[in-house]
């Protein structure tokens, strides 16, 4: 059997900038898959109104794409040993294509959620496929440079998805979205056939674990639907108990079936490493305060301070442009300091952005939410190169593919439940702050009054008939209500999101008693 060209073979090839010119390939690729994952935010109250569905269900665009892209992390390690990493890169693309057509030319929401779902798979089979390759081709003294170049590509894309997708939207229309990232795929999988080592043919499969794949997907969809869906049926319907008992279940039968396969999709023996385990539990905790301000943060600027799609993704454009500049330094970085140092500093600079967003509201000038997201994102280039490159340096040679997977499932894992937990605290607290402010509207509230009074004044003045005076200014006012209640809502969310980074540190504490960094 022909083995292919090897990563010798390609340096032989190409010389020493070879390692760029797959770096290059690679992240390619992976932008323009994971560019994927937020340009659809933007979309949300556009694809609400076109199909006729409230929040809970738009959010599953993001919800299917990252759930989806969760789970196939697991599969990097058994595509790349049936296929080699060159075809498995080369498979994956092609399988985004026809998710990309599926979820652009879509009747119904259903057809969406179908392409977001093959979109997520190529996404998550990516990131650990291209983190391994840029691993190999580095030598040790410089892994903190290309995990600074792979989380560039990671993170970049999606802060910059938002503003690409509003753009489309106000341009022609919400559709447009889901093409935007063809030609960069397009560009990577002729550069991918071309640099990419290992053969391009079939070869004979390995065992895979099936019993696993198909519990892990139980566990997370009914895990995420139930944290979708609990608002609207009640959180102790039947339906809602049944699915959390079911993902309870689901991720204990999980574990035991790892811990006795003979090709696991998550080695749990990883994690009897301290510097990984603490390594992987930040990664999670990253992965949940990234994906879920990423998801509120445009969503927020649109509903509350009445942001147009293009304006709510540029608002994210200089965070993007921080964190495109910061990677590299903080890259170099990692190879010379100590990793709790960066990653401890990151996550309080982020906890401080997510602090910052808590006093937004509908008259926070555009350039004040921009400098709060943009100091969130500053902690983000901190954190992901340090993160990575001292998480892999515990592995050994054998273990990469299987603790790349581990790692950005995880971090991936962190980013579904995030999503999922933010928007429903921000329902629920926007629930909360309606009717704690609604009982306040009474005919003794001297404000209320006043503000009814001045409304019914405009309406006259305006030359509105008498009759509509007061049914208007009520029907105003709960406009206001339910606006400051948003508001309010978003600000708790922003809180949490907050709270939970400052609770990473942690990990972190461990991660240095563990000596990793050294």
């Known amino acids: 059997m022909a083995s292919g060209p090897t990563i010798e073979d390609r340096f032989a090839q190409y010389g020493p900038s070879y390692r760029y010119l797959v770096a290059f390939a690679g992240m390619l690729g992976v932008i323009s898959m994971v560019l994927s994952i937020t340009i659809v935010n933007v979309a949300v109250p556009s694809v609400m109104g076109a199909y006729g569905i409230g929040q809970d269900l738009a959010q599953w665009m993001a919800t299917a794409f990252i759930a989806t892209m969760t789970i196939s992390q697991l599969l990097n390690n058994w595509l790349v040993e049936a296929f080699g990493q060159r075809l498995t890169f080369l498979i994956i693309i092609v399988v985004f294509f026809i998710g990309t057509a599926i979820a652009a030319t879509s009747p119904t929401y259903d057809f969406i959620i179908l392409g977001r779902i093959l979109q997520g798979f190529s996404a998550g089979v990516s990131q650990p496929l291209v983190m391994v390759v840029l691993f190999q081709v580095f030598p040790e003294n410089r892994r903190g440079l290309a995990m600074g170049l792979y989380g560039m590509a990671i993170m970049l894309a999606p802060g910059i998805g938002p503003f690409i997708g509003g753009l489309a939207i106000d341009t022609f229309s919400w559709r447009y979205i889901f093409y ?8 990577a999988f002729v550069l991918g056939a071309m640099l990419m080592p290992g053969p391009i043919e079939w070869r004979r499969l390995p065992p895979f674990d099936w019993a696993g794949i198909i519990v892990l997907s139980i566990a997370l969809i009914n895990l995420l639907s139930a944290m979708a869906d609990g608002q609207r049926y009640g959180w102790t319907s039947d339906l809602i108990m049944t699915r959390a008992a079911t993902a309870v279940a689901a991720i204990g039968i999980f574990v035991v079936l790892q811990l006795r396969a003979k090709s696991p999709l998550l080695d749990m023996t990883l994690f009897t490493n301290p510097a990984f385990s603490s390594a992987v539990l930040v990664a999670t905790v990253f992965g949940f305060g990234n994906m879920a301000s990423s998801y509120a943060i445009p969503v927020f600027v649109q509903t509350v301070g009445g942001y147009s799609a293009t304006a709510a993704g540029l608002v994210l454009i200089p965070a993007g ?10 890259g170099r970085v990692s190879d010379r300091v100590p990793a709790h140092y960066p990653i401890a500093i990151g996550l309080l600079f982020f906890a401080l952005g997510a602090a910052l967003m808590t006093t937004a509201d509908t008259n ?104 509509i005076h007061q049914p208007g200014a009520l029907h105003y006012l709960g406009s206001v209500i339910e606006a400051q209640a948003a508001t309010f809502g978003f600000q708790d969310g922003f809180s949490f999101i907050s709270i939970v980074f400052v609770c990473a540190l942690i990990p972190v504490w461990i991660l240095k008693r563990a000596g990793q960094g050294k």
């Open 364 to 467: 926070t000038a555009f350039w004040t939410v921009a400098i709060y997201t943009m100091i969130g994102r500053f902690g983000m280039g901190l954190i992901m190169p340090p993160l990575v490159s001292s998480a892999m340096r515990t592995l050994e040679p054998d273990q990469l593919n299987r603790g790349s997977g581990a790692l950005n499932f995880m971090r991936q894992l962190g980013g579904s439940i995030g999503i999922n937990a933010v928007v429903l605290l921000i329902s629920q607290r926007t629930q909360f702050h309606s009717d704690a402010l609604t009982t306040t509207q009474t005919p003794g509230n001297p404000v209320s009054r006043e503000f009814l009074d001045a409304v019914e004044h405009l309406l006259d003045e305006s030359g509105v008939p008498a009759a």
């Open 321 to 330: 442009l921080v964190l495109m500049a910061l990677f590299p330094v903080s």
């Open 180 to 187: 935007i990232p063809l030609p960069l795929s397009a560009a």
